[in-house]
């Protein structure tokens, strides 16, 4: 695909920042075709739980959505410990989709956020294009349920361990099962571990996803030098944080750039209010919070208050003039 950037006129954009805004008057609205929003801040999956323990330290229905765990068909207790490592500027994880399951998650966790008044996306996952069907099938006309993001980087175990995400053609079975049952959104979650990101998300939104989260963890790994141990049970991890938010910022804008229209949930690495900007600006409709918040459980709340007065500061009535505007050299 073409290396070019989305322009907008320089100054233009110069002009625009130079007289302040009042803060109450900055629109956060954040459009994603069929769905709005009041703020573009929401939880990256499987760092929030279903919000319930955040809640105790501010009201979680600040943020714009709330995105739960992944939920799987059935329970699943997840991998062996250790579970976790931390990175330079960053973490690993492989906790195996740990979850409920959905129809658990439906009787105890879905009535507590619907009693809050929350907008939740529900991130499902599956280890077949039926697994995925089902689990959206129970999602069916849940209360306060305003999305569903299918978590593609999960296994597939019909085919040796191939990440749906890695191919198009898989990718878009998956989806094409899911937006058959569900009345509400359809957001793909994709990695950057393909050759072309951009062919699968085509392939995704033609098979009648109505947007994407960019992107999910990078696979990695780590060695304890002294014991020869790799610092997670599993071996292979998936790695979180600011060291992976340069590459979800690169794969946000490439598929901005093919695809303009289509609603984009931009999340690898977000723990201030710049990093923020840099995603709606590469071409992000939401933004998503996650490894910060096990840094800062109040990243995601603090972000919804500071986007207000930093675009007001610089003259910007609206968070949503900044989507896709990147200057070019």
């Known amino acids: 695909m073409s290396a070019d950037v989305r322009r907008i006129d320089a100054a233009s954009a110069s002009a625009h920042g130079d007289a302040a805004t009042e803060a109450a008057d900055v629109d956060l609205t954040a459009d994603l075709g069929r769905l709005t929003l009041p703020n573009p801040i929401t939880t990256a999956s499987g760092c929030f739980a279903s919000g319930a323990e955040i809640d105790r330290f501010y009201d979680v229905t600040d943020l714009g959505a709330i995105t739960v765990k992944s939920l799987t068909l059935e329970p699943r207790q997840g991998l062996p410990t250790p579970r976790m490592a931390e990175t330079p500027a960053g973490m690993l994880n492989a906790i195996g989709l740990q979850n409920p399951g ?60 191939l990440v749906f995400a890695c191919d198009p053609k898989a990718s878009a079975e998956v989806i094409t099962a899911v937006a058959r049952e569900v009345d509400v959104p359809v957001f793909a ?34 060695i304890d030098p002294e014991t020869g141990r790799t610092r997670l049970f599993n071996g292979y991890g998936g790695l979180s944080g600011p060291a992976i938010r340069p590459v979800a910022v690169r794969n946000v804008h490439q598929v901005h750039t093919a695809l303009p229209d289509v609603p984009i949930i931009g999340t690898g690495g977000v723990r201030t209010i710049e990093d923020v900007i840099e995603m709606v600006r590469a071409g992000a409709s939401l933004v998503a919070v996650g490894t910060a918040t096990f840094v800062d459980p109040f990243t995601a709340r603090d972000l919804v208050r500071e986007l207000r007065t930093w675009l007001a500061a610089r003259g910007h009535t609206s968070v949503a003039e900044l989507r896709g505007s990147v200057l070019a050299w």
């Open 189 to 222: 979650k994709l990695t950057s571990d393909v050759t072309d990101i951009v062919a699968v998300a085509q392939a995704c939104i033609e098979a009648g996803a109505s947007g994407l989260t960019l992107i999910n963890t990078l696979l990695g790994m780590s």
């Open 102 to 161: 959905v129809d658990g998650w439906l009787e105890r966790d879905l009535p507590w956020l619907q009693g809050k008044g929350a907008k939740v996306i529900a991130s499902i996952a599956g280890n077949t294009p039926e697994e995925f069907r089902d689990v959206a099938r129970r999602l069916r006309r849940a209360t306060g349920v305003v999305a569903v993001e299918v978590n593609l980087s999960c296994p597939n175990v019909e085919h040796r361990g």
